[in-house]
């Protein structure tokens, strides 16, 4: 019988499988215009490798959730790395830009395979509030990666140029690579789904007749869209607006990175997790619509920077506890669960990132930053009334 894996190992592990989505999506961004130069072509065109892997990053989720119910984690897991190596591999090869482009796809899908194999694995392994602490560090790097890839990739760009970038990405994956050999699965045979092959993604019809399930999904698709809008319109609003350099912005971005993961890691210091999650949608509106009005107004950049700090925190409260009450709620149904949950939340991502730009930017960031922290708290209460319906319901039965 093999030894288990140790605490350490596996949060290590999951840590890492975690950020490397968010790595793979982001960390060449500071190298496109040189990709442009490279490969002759268009710097729009050079963005669709971003697109395409933010599409692997949801597709490949609906995958290997499922998947990974039926034949455990472990596998799933290595057939992801080594799809992950060869794919980069193929990037770093690429011919033209259409090749790269297809390849981007294939390596988003790999990444998925990580993220959403991570959240199972601790789904598997804890529950109650070891699991809530367990997701608190993934949430927090969750949370942080987004931000902190792109102020990695500034840095190794001007050295290594994007091809280093992406031979950095190998190397990550070969170390991970070992890790999933190492890895002990964590999901036994008795109890892994046990449909025909064919069936497999039936679990989603199920996982989605869940609404309080849904609700937090949602919850956290709208959160998502506060994070991907701040990333996709800081960079203008930092440099463009208000006139700053490329590293000061870097700075703010490593110091908002920091805001999310304390809130990320703090939110276990509630004693319900939905008290956790209810406290950070209601400061993530408030917070929003005052960050919207000063936009609106011009405000100065410590005003835009201060607020966004705490908007930033409120957001990182919610990421933890809705997953951990997403997770609860379908645990017979984990992978499929934390596939939905990433997938959508990535889709969210993928098409509030683009609104920021309609328009005066100042002006379309803020009434973002309102509309999805307004509906992400709608989400919560639709859930939370739902959970009290169901416990008066079985308190009367």
């Not at 994007?162 to 964590?186: H, K, P």
Request: hydrophobic share 50%.
């Amino acid at each position: 019988m093999s030894k288990a894996n140790s605490r350490v190992f596996i949060l290590i592990l999951l840590g890492m499988l975690t950020a490397f989505g968010p790595f793979v999506t982001d960390m060449y961004l500071p190298s496109l215009p040189s990709m442009g130069h490279y490969f002759n072509t268009t710097s729009s065109m050079v963005q669709l490798g971003l697109t395409t892997s933010m599409i692997g990053l949801a597709i490949g989720q609906i995958f290997f959730g499922p998947l990974s119910d039926r034949y455990g984690r472990r596998l799933p897991l290595l057939v992801a790395m080594w799809l992950f190596i060869v794919s980069t591999l193929l990037c770093l090869f690429s011919q033209n830009i259409h090749q790269f482009i297809a390849f981007r796809l294939l390596q988003g899908m790999a990444g998925a395979g990580g993220i959403v194999i991570s959240r199972s694995v601790a789904t598997d392994k804890y529950s109650g509030h070891e699991l809530a602490k367990m997701l608190a560090v993934i949430g927090a790097i969750n949370g942080v990666a987004p931000v902190a890839a792109p102020i990695v990739g500034g840095v190794f760009t001007e050295m290594v140029g994007w091809r280093g970038i992406f031979c950095i990405l190998l190397v990550l994956g070969a170390i991970l690579l070992i890790g999933s050999y190492v890895f002990q699965e964590s999901l036994p045979k008795e109890r892994r789904s046990a449909k025909k092959w064919a069936d497999t993604f039936h679990s989603f019809g199920i996982v989605l007749k869940n609404r309080e399930y849904v609700c937090y999904v949602l919850q956290l698709a709208f959160a998502q869209g506060v994070l991907f809008s701040y990333i996709a319109s800081s960079p203008f609003i930092v440099q463009q607006h208000f006139g700053f350099s490329p590293l000061v912005f870097s700075l703010c971005f490593s110091v908002n990175a920091v805001s999310i993961g304390v809130a990320a890691a703090l939110s276990v210091k509630f004693h319900r997790p939905a008290s956790c999650t209810l406290a950070g949608c209601v400061g993530m509106l408030a917070l929003a619509v005052c960050e919207c009005v000063a936009l609106m107004l011009e405000c100065n950049f410590w005003t835009y920077e201060l607020l966004l700090i705490a908007l930033l925190f409120m957001m990182g409260l919610t990421f933890t506890s809705s997953t951990t009450l997403a997770m609860d709620c379908e645990r017979a149904n984990a992978g499929t669960a934390s596939a939905m949950l990433g997938a959508i939340s990535f889709a969210a991502g993928g098409i509030v990132s683009p609104l920021v730009g309609i328009g005066n930017i100042l002006s379309s960031t803020g009434i973002v930053f309102v509309v999805c922290a307004f509906f992400s708290l709608c989400c919560v209460l639709r859930a939370l009334g739902r959970r009290r319906a169901r416990l008066y319901f079985h308190r009367h039965r």
